[in-house]
């Protein structure tokens, strides 16, 4: 049925840009997407967008990029490192972030340089971050100069629950890269990268 002509490789097919377009209107602006096979494929590269020598990504000590992706993120970031940040039930608490964040001063070469901010959407204990949650959380990111990526590996959960929109629950409260879960949701190793930052994605 698919062979009755060309179709364009690496991802300039016509079924690659209706995706695209798919998830320009899921997310209500033009985004930047890249498929991967796995969620910590997604974490990792996403990660990897905003490496640092000596980087430091700051996630909940609970949090899937820690516990369960076997130090892929590290390797892919070519050895940066994960730092856990305490928070009750799963969820990063703000002020803990702050202070986390602060211990790590620019003109201190020795100790790592902060490189992104990393929360779980939902969590790996089943809570859900308010949208009100990742506003704050995303001011103390950008107070120090940081991105914040959303592991979404439930993120339709999270979105019923919250009864939000994709919208309104990444770019519109400072989510710059999203990690898009589908093999949770009823997919079969289909987990996307979404940046809201073209000029990263470049």
């Given at each position: 049925a698919h062979a009755g002509g060309f179709s364009t490789a690496y991802g300039d097919g016509a079924l690659d840009q209706a995706v695209y377009q798919s998830f320009n209107e899921?997310?209500?602006r033009e985004v930047a997407v890249f498929f991967v096979a796995t969620g910590t494929a997604a974490n990792s590269l996403s990660l990897t967008a905003y490496n640092k020598s000596?980087?430091?990504s700051f996630c909940?000590?609970?949090s899937h990029v820690i516990e369960d992706e076997c130090g892929a993120p590290e390797y892919f970031t070519g050895g940066s490192r994960l730092y856990p940040v305490d928070g009750a039930l799963g969820k990063i608490d703000p002020n803990n972030l702050d202070r986390a964040v602060g211990r790590f001063a620019p003109e201190i070469?020795?100790?790592?340089?902060p490189m992104a901010v990393s929360i779980t959407q939902s969590t790996e204990v089943g809570t859900i971050y308010t949208l009100n949650e990742i506003a704050r959380?995303?001011?103390i990111a950008k107070h120090h100069k940081l991105p914040l990526h959303m592991d979404g590996a439930r993120f339709a959960n999270a979105l019923v629950a919250l009864e939000t929109t994709p919208a309104e629950m990444t770019w519109k409260r400072g989510v710059d890269i999203l990690s898009f879960g589908g093999t949770k949701n009823g997919c079969w190793c289909a987990e996307a990268i979404v940046l809201f930052d073209l000029?990263?994605?470049?």
């Amino acid at each position: 049925a698919h062979a009755g002509g060309f179709s364009t490789a690496y991802g300039d097919g016509a079924l690659d840009q209706a995706v695209y377009q798919s998830f320009n209107e899921t997310f209500e602006r033009e985004v930047a997407v890249f498929f991967v096979a796995t969620g910590t494929a997604a974490n990792s590269l996403s990660l990897t967008a905003y490496n640092k020598s000596g980087g430091i990504s700051f996630c909940h000590r609970e949090s899937h990029v820690i516990e369960d992706e076997c130090g892929a993120p590290e390797y892919f970031t070519g050895g940066s490192r994960l730092y856990p940040v305490d928070g009750a039930l799963g969820k990063i608490d703000p002020n803990n972030l702050d202070r986390a964040v602060g211990r790590f001063a620019p003109e201190i070469v020795h100790s790592g340089r902060p490189m992104a901010v990393s929360i779980t959407q939902s969590t790996e204990v089943g809570t859900i971050y308010t949208l009100n949650e990742i506003a704050r959380i995303s001011a103390i990111a950008k107070h120090h100069k940081l991105p914040l990526h959303m592991d979404g590996a439930r993120f339709a959960n999270a979105l019923v629950a919250l009864e939000t929109t994709p919208a309104e629950m990444t770019w519109k409260r400072g989510v710059d890269i999203l990690s898009f879960g589908g093999t949770k949701n009823g997919c079969w190793c289909a987990e996307a990268i979404v940046l809201f930052d073209l000029d990263r994605a470049r």
